[in-house]
Structures are given as structure tokens and as C-alpha cells.
């Protein structure tokens, strides 16, 4: 006799909760999405220094060689890309969980059931923000606004969960128990 229950297909599949409620902890959601704005412009200002410093090198070299050097700007394009993917990929990965501009606003980043980010998941993270502002224009990030916990629509597709840290998140506390 054979047994057809669902425990011998194989597959074994463990449904996490939600680590982090917005009603039992109103603090961890507090103007997430206003700093959140704010830790994104700085971001970009990081990511384009490197990227503004090489490009001046490639055009001053590009003069010292007559010309020559003008077509090491076809590498600046892809350099970007992979400088973005690791910086937010080793950044979100790190101890923190969360980007320079993150850190400057007092967030961090963590999976939906409360795990630390890593680097894969940083890169993952970075490109589906970039296509789906790309692709569906920048009225997605609205869905902040509509949910709970401020996921905007590439959080919930990557799985992740933008808070604020442990430090602000327990300074708010004791500010709204007042």
C-alpha cells in the first residue's frame, strides 16, 4: 500500500510570518517614507562622485593622448552599472543592513520576516527598483503610501521591508508613549 499524502511529494514549504506590524510597532514605520526619499538623493550623490571623478580622468587623459584616451568613455556605462550593484549590494549586505544614505537617515533594510539583508539580496533590490521605475514610472513608488508597513512595490516584490533602526525606533517609542 502506498501513501499519496502530501508529506512524501518531496517538498517541504515553511510560510514565515510578517516579523514587523505596523499597528504593534508603530515606531519601526515612522516617516520611513520621507527619509527614505531623502537617503535615496544621497545615494545617488555617492554613486556619482566616482562616476564624475572618472569621467574627468577619462577627459584629461583623452587630451594628453590627443584623443586617444576619448574612447575609454565607452566603459563609463557599464562601470556604473557594476559600481550601483555593488555598492548597494555590499552595503545592504554589511552589519547594518542599509545603504550610506540609509545610515545617514537612521534605516535599514531587512527581509519581511526579519532577517538582515545580504548581498544578493542588495543587488536584487537595486535592479528591480531601477526596472520597475524604469518600466512602470516613478507613480509605483506610491504604494508606500497605501500600505501599512511603506512598501513600495520592489519591496514586495524582492520580499523586503524598509524600518527605521533600532536606535530611532526606541527614541520614537518613548517619544509617543508621552
Same mark, same amino acid.
Given at each position: ?9 518531496? !517538498?517541504?514549504?515553511? =510560510? ?18 520621507? &527619509? ?5 538623493? *544621497? ?5 556619482? *562622485?566616482?562616476?564624475? !571623478?572618472?569621467?574627468?580622468? *577619462? $577627459?584629461? /587623459?583623452?587630451?594628453?593622448? /590627443? ?5 575609454? /568613455? ?21 552589519? @547594518?543592513? =542599509?545603504?550610506?544614505?540609509?545610515? @545617514?537617515?537612521? $534605516? ?27 518600466? $512602470? ?12 508597513? &511603506? &512598501? ?9 521591508? !524598509? *524600518? ?9 517609542? @518613548?517619544?509617543?508613549?508621552?
Amino acid at each position: 500500500m502506498t501513501d499519496f499524502g502530501p508529506s512524501r511529494i518531496g !517538498v517541504s514549504f515553511d =510560510a514565515k510570518p510578517h516579523a514587523y506590524d505596523p499597528v504593534a510597532n508603530p515606531e519601526l514605520f515612522e516617516g520611513v517614507l520621507a &527619509r527614505r526619499l531623502m537617503a535615496f538623493l *544621497i545615494d545617488l550623490v555617492v554613486l556619482a *562622485i566616482p562616476l564624475i !571623478v572618472t569621467a574627468i580622468f *577619462i $577627459l584629461l /587623459f583623452g587630451l594628453m593622448t /590627443f584623443g586617444l584616451g576619448w574612447m575609454l /568613455f565607452w566603459l563609463l556605462s557599464p562601470a556604473s552599472v557594476v559600481w550601483a550593484l555593488l555598492y548597494y549590494g555590499l552595503t545592504m549586505g554589511s552589519a @547594518a543592513s =542599509a545603504t550610506v544614505g540609509m545610515r @545617514a537617515m537612521d $534605516l535599514e533594510i531587512r527581509t519581511w520576516y526579519g532577517a538582515p539583508a545580504y548581498f544578493l539580496l542588495g543587488a536584487v533590490h537595486a535592479v528591480v527598483y531601477w526596472v520597475s521605475v524604469s518600466v $512602470l514610472t516613478p507613480l509605483i513608488l506610491l504604494v508606500g503610501l497605501f500600505n501599512g508597513r &511603506r &512598501r513600495l512595490l520592489h519591496d514586495m516584490l524582492v520580499g523586503t521591508v !524598509v *524600518i527605521n533602526n533600532p536606535a530611532r525606533a526606541a527614541s520614537l517609542l @518613548a517619544w509617543l508613549r508621552r
